[in-house]
């Protein structure tokens, strides 16, 4: 018998959650842009994990992890 198991949402974990989707339709793209979705076991983050996590969906959606550390040197709020 299969046992199934219950989602986070059982256990009130609170999960972080950085999607990246694409601003209009891909279809008819030669290079397609899917959307990404990098999860993180806890919502109460440091800005340390949360920049790491953005990077990694960054990576994900296919920029080069250099080309994105030399923007954040350059990033002004």
Same mark, same amino acid.
């Given at each position: ?6 989602? #986070?949402?059982?256990?009130?974990? @609170? $999960?972080?959650?950085?999607? +990246? ?20 076991? #806890?919502?109460?983050?440091?800005? @340390? $994990?949360?920049?790491?996590? +953005?990077?990694n969906a960054l990576i994900a959606w296919g920029f080069e992890r250099d080309t994105i550390m ?8």
């Amino acid at each position: 018998m299969m046992q199934s198991f219950p989602d #986070a949402t059982c256990f009130n974990l @609170h $999960i972080m959650k950085i999607t +990246i989707t694409p601003s209009e339709d891909q279809t008819s793209e030669k290079h397609k842009h899917y959307g990404v979705s990098i999860e993180y076991p #806890a919502d109460d983050v440091d800005c @340390h $994990i949360a920049i790491r996590i +953005i990077v990694n969906a960054l990576i994900a959606w296919g920029f080069e992890r250099d080309t994105i550390m030399k923007a954040m040197e350059k990033y002004e709020p």
